[in-house]
């Protein structure tokens, strides 16, 4: 029988990866409903290509763009602010949630209200709905399964053991593009450089958190409200060529490690599949021609972002979700060359210590909540002397 797939993002690199994975299998995988932010000329050819039933646009003039240029089989638009989340409603097999950045919670929650099954991409999501979200995940019945790299790479090694078994979780970072840089020329990074990935092609959000090491901050976050271990139990360390996903550590000394070329494909494939593994289009690990591992440990002056997030995840309450919106801040800062980019993390820890007291750890009211978290880091932005004129 063949499963349908909703997208949320469809038109930025999870989303990407995801359309290339569905091309192979369309027996199997009816891509029925996509959303997107403004990229209509790509909302055409996804659709033209899978038959959808369904699109919708954050941006209300870019649906009016692609309604006036559709020529194909009768299809529903929905346009606005909400559109995504409206979609999420829809019932489907598995909601892909690639919505980049705190602007993908609506829509997951409203997935989960729905009863449909997740492959959650965005870490922010989870970030700042916390155990909440997951309560109520449970409460519908609904799995809801990691897409990241090194989530997916987590939730299959832990596969191998019982939870009571489970030592410690090993979070792989590439080291992004600062690696072996010194922290100085790391205060003095430009945009283009701190978007230069060896690794991976992401967006620039993502990219600059990986440039900082934001992102396995906000992904031990997502690891310890994931799986429920408490972060000191999280151990990070830098594998360069990104190969080695994630490991678990058992108490018999064994490590269940998930290796494979560095292409989300893989875990975008099985985030859809789920508990089935179908073929990617992901060319096959070479053991001999990849010749060694290196693993590095984090430098934590260069990296301070990691730090940070573990005292959030310590504090709770409404920790973890200020760094999220401490950070999203702060990546826009930079990107408009009002921060560099170690400042992003001092703009986080400034944003933990004044905190808000806002949220209470429940799912009432929580897009308000947001709303006005991510409004006190942008007050907390205006008032650093660090920062230049717009």
């Keep these: 029988m063949t499963k349908s797939v909703t997208i949320l993002g469809a038109s930025g690199s999870i989303g990407t990866s995801a359309v290339a994975f569905l091309r ?7 891509l029925d409903r996509i959303a997107l932010r403004r990229n209509w000329r790509r ?49 489907a097999d598995v909601v892909l949630a690639a919505i980049s950045g705190s602007a993908g919670l609506p829509s997951v929650l409203a997935a989960i209200h729905a009863g449909n ?39 299959q090694a832990l596969l191998a053991g019982q939870r009571n078994e489970v030592a410690s979780l090993i979070l ?65 360390v830098i594998n360069p060529s990104s190969v080695l996903h994630s490991a678990v550590q058992y108490r018999d000394g064994s490590m269940i490690a998930q290796l494979g070329t560095p292409d989300m494909r893989s875990a975008v494939g099985y985030g859809l599949t789920w508990p089935d593994r179908l073929e990617t289009g992901v060319k096959p690990l070479s053991l001999a021609a990849m010749g060694r591992l290196e693993f590095e440990e984090v430098d934590g002056v260069k990296f301070k972002s990691l730090s940070l997030a573990r005292q ?48 209470d750890g429940s799912l009432q009211d929580l897009p308000a909540i947001c709303e006005a978290v991510y409004y006190h880091c942008l007050d907390v932005l205006a008032k650093l002397k660090s920062v230049a004129p717009t």
């Design 24 to 30: 192979l299998h369309k027996k199997a995988l009816a």
């Design 43 to 91: 909302a055409m050819e996804i659709c033209l290509e899978f038959d959808c039933r369904v699109v919708a646009f954050e941006d209300v003039e870019a649906a009016q763009s692609f309604s006036a240029h559709w020529n194909g089989p009768k299809i529903t638009i929905l346009s606005g602010p909400d559109a995504a989340a409206e979609l999420a409603t829809w019932k």
């Design 117 to 155: 099954r997740i492959a959650l991409a965005n870490k922010e999501a989870l970030v700042c709905g916390g155990n909440a979200l997951l309560e109520l995940a449970r409460e519908k019945n609904v799995p809801v399964i990691p897409v990241d790299s090194e989530h997916s790479a987590m939730f």
């Design 172 to 236: 792989t970072a590439s080291g992004g593009p600062f690696r072996q840089a010194t922290f100085a020329s790391m205060q003095a990074a430009t945009k283009e450089q701190a978007l230069a990935h060896p690794n991976w092609q992401m967006g620039p959000k993502n990219t600059i958190d990986s440039a900082t090491l934001a992102n396995k901050g906000l992904e031990l976050i997502e690891a310890s409200y994931l799986f429920g271990f408490e972060e000191e139990k999280i151990e990070v």
């Design 312 to 359: 959030a995840l310590r504090e709770g309450r409404d920790g973890p979700m200020i760094f999220n919106f401490a950070n999203e801040v702060g990546v826009a800062a930079f990107l408009k060359e009002r921060l560099r980019l170690t400042e992003i993390a001092d703009l986080i820890e400034t944003c933990l210590e004044r905190g808000t007291g806002k949220f």
